[in-house]
C-alpha cells in the first residue's frame, strides 16, 4: 500500500480522536452497518480529496465497509490532520496522501497520487480531483462512473463546466442538499469559524466589531454565533435580498468601505476572489485581523498584502502580522486559508455525520444509476 503522512507515529493518537468523533455520527454508523452486509460497493476504486479529519476517516471507513478500495488525498494544503492521516493508513488500510502544511507541488502530487489508483468514483471537496482529471488525467474518464462534490466553491465550479459542456461525468452535488448546507455549512462553519479565530488570536469577542463578507449560509452561521458571543457583527452583502435578511436578523449591514472605519475582525465566507484587496487593508484599523473560512485562499488579496507591506513576521502560530508603509498593523490568519479547519478542528463530528451520510449514499446512488445519468451536476435525491 502506498501512502505519504507526516509521522506514523501519530497513529494511535488519531484512532483514538477517530473513535470520539464516530460515536457522535450514528447516521453515519447506521449506513456502515447496512453496507458491511450488503457491500453495495465491491471491487470498486474510489478516489477522495476531501478534508483529512476524524470525521471524514469515518466517511472513508465506511466506504471500505461497503466494499470499495479507497484512497484519499487533502483538500486544503492546511486543513490535513496528521494523526488521523497517519491512523487511516496503520489502523484501517487506506492509502492516504496527506501531510498539514504541505506546498503546491506537494499538494498536486498527492492529488495524482490518489489519481493513480484509477478511480470509479471522484469525492471532492473544493472540486480539485474533477479538474486535474479534465486537464491531466483525461485518460481516465471513460472508466468513472461519476463523482460528488462537497462544498459550494467545488459545485459552482462544476456547475459552469456543464453549462460550457465540459463536464465529463455526471456529479452529485452533496452541498446542495438540504441536510448539508443547512446544518453544516450555517451551524458547523459558524462554530468552527470562530473556534478558529479563537485558537490563533484568543482575542475577546464580546465588546468587538466582526465583519462577516458574505451572507450565504456560512455567513448566516458566523454572524449568528459571534452575535451569541457578545460580538457587535456588520454584514457586507452585494445580493440585494441576503442584505435585506441579514437586517432583518438584526445585523448592521454596510458596504466594505464603510464597514472598514468599525471593524477589528473582518472574515470572508463568499467563494469570490480578492473580496479584501489593496485599498481595504489601507483603511482597516491598526491591529486589524483577517481570515477567510472560504474554500480556497483568494478571497483575500493575499498577493497584494505582502507586495505593500514593508514588514511581516509570524507572531502566533497561524497568526501573521504585516506591518503597512504607515506603520498600521495587519494580521492574517491561517495564510488565508479556511481559518476553522487551518487553526482548528473543522466542524463538530455531530453535524459531518448529515453531510458524510449524503456521501456514502450518494455513492451508492451513483452505482445504481449510472447508465441514466447525464454529463450534469444533480442534487442528492430527497429520498
Not at 52 to 65: G, S, Y
Not at 83 to 99: C, E, N, P, Y
Not at 129 to 135: E, G, K, Q, Y
Not at 308 to 323: A, D, L, P
Request: one cysteine or more.
Amino acid at each position: 500500500m502506498k501512502y505519504d503522512v507526516k509521522d506514523m507515529k501519530l497513529a494511535e493518537k488519531g484512532k483514538l480522536r477517530i473513535e470520539w468523533a464516530g460515536a457522535q455520527m450514528p447516521v453515519l454508523n447506521l449506513i456502515k452497518n447496512r453496507f458491511l452486509k450488503e457491500k453495495p460497493l465491491k471491487g470498486l476504486k474510489i478516489a477522495a480529496c476531501l478534508h483529512v479529519t476524524t470525521e471524514t476517516a469515518n466517511l472513508m471507513k465506511t466506504l471500505k465497509a461497503g466494499g470499495a478500495e479507497v484512497v484519499i488525498c487533502a483538500s486544503n494544503p492546511l486543513s490535513t490532520q496528521d494523526d488521523v492521516a497517519s491512523s487511516l493508513v496503520k489502523h484501517d488500510g487506506i492509502s492516504t496522501f496527506a501531510i498539514k502544511g504541505e506546498d503546491h507541488k506537494t499538494y498536486y502530487g498527492h492529488i495524482m497520487s490518489a489519481l493513480a489508483v484509477k478511480p470509479v468514483i471522484t469525492m471532492d471537496d473544493g472540486a480539485d480531483l474533477v479538474s486535474t482529471i479534465h486537464t491531466k488525467k483525461k485518460e481516465l474518464i471513460d472508466d468513472i462512473i461519476g463523482g460528488t462534490e462537497e462544498t459550494t466553491t467545488g459545485v459552482i465550479r462544476l456547475k459552469s463546466m456543464a453549462e460550457k459542456g465540459v463536464l465529463a461525468y455526471p456529479i452529485v452535488a452533496v452541498n446542495d442538499a438540504q441536510t448539508k448546507h443547512f446544518f453544516d455549512n450555517r451551524y458547523g462553519t459558524g462554530q468552527s469559524t470562530i473556534d478558529g479565530i479563537i485558537r490563533a488570536t484568543n482575542l475577546l469577542l464580546a465588546g468587538s466589531t466582526m465583519v462577516v463578507v458574505g451572507y450565504g449560509w456560512c455567513g448566516r452561521g458566523v454572524a449568528m454565533r459571534a452575535k451569541g458571543m457578545g460580538a457587535n457583527v456588520i454584514v457586507t452583502e452585494i445580493d440585494p435580498l441576503k442584505a435585506i435578511e441579514a437586517a432583518m436578523d438584526g445585523f448592521q449591514v454596510m458596504t466594505m468601505s464603510e464597514a472598514l472605519k468599525h471593524g477589528q475582525i473582518f472574515v470572508t465566507l463568499t467563494g469570490d476572489i480578492h473580496v479584501i484587496r489593496k485599498e481595504h487593508f489601507l483603511k482597516m484599523k491598526d491591529g486589524a485581523v483577517v481570515c477567510n473560512s472560504g474554500h480556497f485562499n483568494v478571497e483575500i488579496d493575499i498577493p497584494s498584502l505582502q507586495k505593500m507591506s514593508r514588514k511581516r513576521r509570524m507572531i502566533r502560530e497561524f497568526t501573521e502580522e504585516y506591518t503597512l508603509p504607515s506603520g498600521k498593523r495587519v494580521y492574517l490568519l491561517g495564510e488565508g486559508r479556511l481559518i476553522n479547519l487551518a487553526a482548528a478542528e473543522g466542524h463538530p463530528a455531530s453535524v459531518m455525520d448529515m453531510s458524510f451520510a449524503n456521501q456514502a449514499l450518494s455513492a451508492e446512488y451513483l452505482v445504481s444509476n449510472a447508465a441514466k445519468l447525464e454529463k450534469q451536476v444533480y442534487s442528492v435525491p430527497k429520498h
